[in-house]
């Protein structure tokens, strides 16, 4: 028979099971507080019918059971810890935990995770005044059932003796606690998977300000932040409906994870957006929409918690201001040594003043108050066509841009209190929008702001190896143009279905044309904008050791001080968007193709007489590296075969290797050569083959059929026919028996190059696997680009898809079956989207222009790739 308590639990389950169900028919949406309801009822019920209680002489000992932390705030979210203290006036008997076990032991038997703490009131007041971690739950207590009086004088006694005994230290404990926090959960207004709770911008951020309210006020709930004026009424709703947003996404969460769960991973924000009823719209999937909501809602979350702290006084103690300046009249430094306004009185008098208080930020490096933030929205009805082209306001607009590293927060700020979006109407199209990918980690709008940013701190650099981008700012004859450009290069994204870049270069000159600037320049940064993309394409998926690449680009851009502006802005736009956009081969590859250009545009010669200088020295140092005589005519005699890209790309170090394996080759299908990265992580694998049609599939299907995922590929064809390929890839399974297994690497090699293997058919499980693995993130629609005007001598084919197991091998199986030669190869990874790029001939050595032959290609690569959804 079951007991009380088991009954009254399994009737517990029924009704939360009722709630979730109303709930998921968006029929609950006070879900929390009614969560947290039918836990009291079965607490009240347990302590009404326990058969341990009676024995404990309440009487004598009272006690108390009471909802800490979530659950006292009746934030109680589907599958959220059930956190309680079991609060006794003097000792804790001996049946304390046969009590626990009573009521908390039914609760565990149906999946419901329990907390509890069993404490005396000195114990409570003593462990809240020396950890953090008790008082913070405590601040948030609620009497469930048992003797109130109790309850009420531990809320006292800790309000008393613990909170206003010790408020200053309580409050660096909560900002230390909170940089913490926020360090290792970091922001999650821009995060791509967000932490609902502990990030900023969480959930975790709201209940700090409840901390730190109490630590001034008597508050006690939410609504008395407005009340006792820490926010404004709207604020208050503003942050109330951020809230209710996120605590909605919460249980969709746990109800999706079927647990305790705060991180949003990308397998749960496509549901969730389908539960919320969101509609593709603007251009944009639904969970892109989701997704630039909730970001908004973070965001605001965000700025409400850093507005408090910081008119709390929460700052870093020890900054000092500059206050040898005298700020603008009508603004004055308060006594936080922060910036207001002397009065509303003074914006309506100089509506100026809205976009002077941020250069006088910038000027007197004193942030504003949240006040003034208040007062900047509430006028920002000011800024209408008229402000916007004003001459002054222009040029103020100018002066905040190319302020110091230091003070870029003046963006954000501009960005949180609408100003931005009041100065740049274009700017609230773009606002929280959200490219759902692995690759764009922020909103478009923090992205362009973030942007601005990298190109002042390129600015700024010393260290040897980034000085050229600040000799190259310096000598920027109109610096101005650049940050213009820096900060609207995406405002096109607004635009659905439309080329970025080229809308985005509309978008620019109508924005400037209006705020007066001379159409030479309004044209240099529409030249910016529309070109962003330009060198970092060129870059990472054309053939920078062929001469005509680099006259290409020259004759595209024209002007050197163009293209300076374009690096700095290509550098800094690529830095900003994320760590898959910026690492040490992409910095190195633009830097070599700039100088190139630069060269060209500067000089108006080509690279060949150093290019010649070049080869020649490799020569040299080939033939003092031979030794024997011998050797040295074994140089010479092959030195001529070696083309003049192989020749300039690869280290002499790399060809003298390079040779020793040609020699080996002699008749023999193939040799190669294995060496692991100086990590040891990856394995560089030197090829050096007999060049046949094919070969470039038949290599890559063997490493896919030995489970070896290809990270890179460099591809030479010399001028003997003989192909030299160097693979970066990821070392077999299970490293014991790595040598074992490049053995069978290799003896599959050999049976696929001598027809003893049919390469496809051992394949076919694999790839029939590798269709079946869909993108974590986007589901845009695989491309195939058909390039014969970039190369004389080369069509050029891009295939833009998604990773998987055999994609090189099904791209250039694709490719041989089509009857092409592959001559050069190169692989763009985004993180979630890949780009490979071929340089073909057909096999009478002529470029594929033939439309009908172009558009077999296409669909012939479109049929491999696995098909979305």
């Given amino acids: 028979m079951q007991s009380v308590h088991e009954t009254a639990s399994r009737q517990l389950q029924e009704k939360i099971a009722h709630l979730t169900d109303r709930f998921l028919r968006g029929k609950q949406p006070d879900f929390m507080k009614q969560h947290a309801r039918v836990l009291d009822d079965y607490f009240e019920q347990a302590f009404e019918t326990s058969m341990i209680g009676p024995r404990m002489e309440i009487n004598k000992n ?13 934030e109680q979210s589907l599958h959220s810890d059930v956190d309680l203290l079991f609060l006794f006036g003097k000792r804790i008997p001996a049946d304390a935990e046969n009590l626990i076990r009573e009521m908390i032991y039914p609760l565990w038997d149906i999946g419901i995770d329990v907390g509890y703490a069993t404490r005396s009131l000195k114990e409570c007041l003593s462990l809240a005044s020396k950890d953090l971690n008790v008082l913070t739950p405590l601040m948030d207590a609620r009497f469930i059932c048992g003797v109130s009086m109790l309850y009420s004088e531990l809320m006292s006694k800790i309000r008393d003796k613990v909170i206003r005994k010790h408020p200053s230290r309580i409050l660096e404990q909560l900002t230390a606690y909170t940089r913490g926090r926020h360090a290792q959960f970091g922001d999650s207004a821009y995060l791509l998977e967000p932490n609902l709770k502990e990030g900023q911008g969480g959930l975790r951020d709201y209940h700090t300000m409840l ?4 630590l001034e006020v008597d508050l006690r709930q939410p609504r008395d932040l407005e009340y006792f004026g820490l926010v404004s009424h709207t604020e208050f709703q503003e942050l109330w409906d951020a809230l209710r947003f996120i605590w909605t996404v919460r249980i969709h ?18 549901t969730i957006a389908e539960r919320l009823k969101y509609r593709p719209g603007a251009g944009q999937q639904p969970v892109e929409r989701f997704l630039g909501e909730l970001h908004s809602r973070m965001e605001l979350v965000k700025q409400q918690h850093l507005m408090l702290l910081h008119e709390l006084g929460t700052e870093k103690k020890g900054r000092r201001r500059n206050t040898s300046k005298t700020p603008l009249e009508g603004i004055q430094i308060v006594s936080s040594g922060r910036l207001n306004f002397t009065g509303p009185e003074a914006i309506l008098k ?72 009041a100065l740049i109407p274009e700017f609230q199209a773009i606002s929280n929008r959200i490219q759902y990918d692995e690759y764009h980690l922020y909103p478009v709008d923090r992205h362009l702001l973030r942007t601005v940013q990298r190109v002042k701190e390129l600015a700024a650099h010393d260290r040897p190896a980034e000085k050229l981008f600040a ?26 279905d439309q080329d970025h870049s080229e809308s985005g270069a509309e978008a620019v000159r109508r924005i400037l044309n209006e705020r007066g600037l001379t159409p030479e320049e309004v044209e240099t940064v529409a030249f910016l904008v529309r070109e962003h993309l330009y060198l970092i394409k060129t870059a990472t998926r054309r053939d920078i050791h062929d001469e005509e690449t680099a006259i290409v680009c020259a004759q595209r851009i024209k002007d050197p001080e163009r293209l300076k502006m374009l690096y700095l802005l290509t550098v800094a736009d690529s830095m900003a968007t994320g760590p898959a956009a910026w690492n040490d081969w992409t910095s190195h590859l633009l830097r070599g193709f700039f100088l190139k250009v630069l060269n060209v545009l500067e000089k108006g010669e080509l690279a060949s007489d150093k290019a010649t200088a070049v080869m020649e020295g490799k020569r040299e140092a080939l033939l003092a590296a031979a030794g024997s005589e011998a050797a040295r005519r074994r140089v010479e005699n092959l030195f001529p075969a070696l083309s003049p890209r192989y020749l300039l790309s690869v280290p002499v170090e790399n060809i003298s290797g390079h040779l020793d394996l040609f020699h080996r080759l002699e008749k023999a299908d193939f040799v190669w050569d294995i060496r692991p990265s100086a990590e040891g992580a990856t394995r560089k694998v030197t090829v050096c083959a007999q060049d046949r049609p094919g070969l470039m599939a038949s290599l890559a299907g063997v490493f896919t059929l030995n489970n070896i ?16 390929d160097v693979f970066e890839v990821t070392p077999p399974p299970d490293p014991i028996f790595e040598e074992e297994k490049w053995r069978r690497a290799e003896d599959h090699l050999h049976a696929v190059l001598a027809g003893a293997l049919d390469l496809a058919a051992a394949l076919q499980p694999r790839l029939d696997a590798a269709r079946g693995v869909k993108p974590r993130t986007a589901r845009r629609p695989h491309r195939v680009r058909v390039d014969n005007t970039s190369s004389s001598f080369f069509t050029i084919i891009e295939v833009f898809t998604y990773d998987f197991p055999g994609l090189l091998y099904s791209i250039a199986d694709v490719l041989f079956r089509c009857e092409l030669d592959i001559w050069v190869a190169k692989i763009a ?15 009478s050595g002529q470029k594929v222009d033939n439309p009908d032959r172009v558009s077999a290609i296409k669909e012939a690569l479109l049929q491999r790739l696995p098909q979305l959804d």
């Fill in 709 to 724: 995922n290809i990270l890179d590929v460099q591809v030479f064809t010399w001028r003997n026919r003989t192909a030299l």
């Fill in 253 to 270: 969460l746990h109800h999706l994870s079927r647990r305790k769960s705060d991180q949003l991973h990308f397998e749960n924000q496509i």
């Fill in 211 to 214: 901390w730190v309210a109490r």
């Fill in 829 to 843: 990874t985004k993180v979630d989207q890949v780009v490979d790029v071929f340089y073909v001939r057909d096999l």
């Fill in 471 to 496: 000799r190259i700012h310096r000598e920027l004859k109109n610096k101005v143009l650049l940050y213009w450009a820096a900060l609207l290069h995406d405002i096109g994204k607004a635009a659905a």
């Fill in 62 to 74: 009272p006690y108390a059971i009471v909802a800490l932390g979530g659950y006292g705030r009746e």
């Fill in 350 to 421: 100089r509506p100026e003043l809205l976009i002077r208080a941020f250069e006088e930020s910038a000027r007197l490096d004193a942030p504003l108050t949240g006040e003034a933030k208040r007062l900047i929205r509430e006028f920002l009805y000011l800024v209408g066509p008229a402000y916007r082209s004003a001459p002054e306001i222009v040029r103020a607009f100018e002066r905040t841009l190319l302020a110091p590293e230091a003070t870029t927060g003046l963006l954000d700020d501009m960005l949180a209190t609408g100003f931005l979006g």
